[in-house]
Each structure stands twice: as C-alpha cells, then as structure tokens.
C-alpha cells in the first residue's frame, strides 16, 4: 500500500511554524537556513534551502529597505536630514545605490539581528560588510538608536523570506507551457 506523504514546506503545505535562523540572496536566489515544526507536539526539524527560483521583488525590496541600517551600523554613512528614504518611496535615496544588503542572521532567541552587505567601490570592487549584531531590546537601553526600526524592517523581509519558502517566488524568465492545437 502506498501513502502520500505530507509536504512540510512549499506552498502545498498544511500550516507549520517556521523560524528562519539566516536568509540570503545570492544571484537572485534565496539561500536560507530555518526550522520547521507542522504541530506544537511535532519535533523540530532543521533545513538548509537553496532555491533555484528568482526571488520575487518584495523580498528584494524588503532586502533594500534594511541598507540605510546596514550604513549607519557598519559606520559607512552619516545621518543627514535627508538620510532615510519616504515611506511610500519605492527606491531608495542615490546616496544608498552602492549599497546592498544580501542576507541577514537572527540571533538564538530572535531578539536581535546582524545584517550582511556589500559596498561597491571605485573599478567595480566590493567591500564586504557585516553588522555587529543588534540585539532589538538591550538591558542597558538601545544600542541602536533605530533598534525599534529595525527591527519592523528585519520582520517584513522574514514574512517574505516565509513567503518565498511557501512557493512564492518570481515568474519570470520562466518558460510558458506549449499549447498544442
């Protein structure tokens, strides 16, 4: 006798709770480690995914929306009056194009984050960029003055990255069916 199995992630999944311990973009792919549990009695389980499909633009922009954090926590910038980007701005500012954050890394407890970048410089070269990490609410008080922020941007791109592990992802690029007449 043969029995489906269950799939425990992917858009065909029955509901599970997954906390993601690390995300990256890589090539518009998404590289994520996480831990998937179906039920509260149901033992954890650890993944390590590499998707060969394009992410999909929200988790990009979600992505590029933590570059002004990244700058100020690797001191690359200074804050000016007009630093941050509008809310309802779709792009960032141009003093943020040299800029990418490609991954990020939550702490044991999810109570912080230590994010992963680049800088491209002058011949196209790359500073490689890594945060220390931010712990959302210190003992001592913030040691990030936009720890609060933050920690709203690390959220909405750890919704997406969930998101991409269900299935969503970018259709483009991708061949359309043949239809035969």
Request: hydrophobic share 40%.
């Amino acid at each position: 006798m043969l029995a489906q199995l269950a799939p425990i992630v992917g858009p065909e999944a029955a509901t599970s709770l997954i906390r993601i311990q690390k995300a990256r973009i890589k090539d518009y792919q998404l590289l994520a480690e996480f831990s998937e549990q179906r039920d509260p009695e149901a033992p954890i389980r650890s993944f390590a995914l590499a998707s060969q499909e394009l992410i999909h633009p929200d988790l990009q922009r979600c992505f590029a929306r933590l570059v002004p954090h990244l700058c100020l926590l690797c001191e690359q910038l200074r804050e000016t009056p007009d630093f941050w980007p509008d809310d309802e701005a779709e792009q960032l500012p141009a003093h943020f194009d040299s800029f990418t954050v490609t991954g990020l890394s939550l702490g044991r407890s999810g109570g912080g984050v230590t994010l992963i970048g680049q800088r491209r410089l002058a011949g196209n070269r790359v500073l490689n960029l890594i945060s220390p990490y931010v712990a959302y609410e210190a003992e001592t008080g913030p040691e990030y003055d936009y720890a609060g922020l933050l920690e709203l941007a690390v959220a909405e791109a750890l919704t997406e990255v969930e998101a991409a592990l269900r299935g969503k992802h970018n259709d483009a690029g991708r061949q359309l069916p043949l239809a035969l007449s």
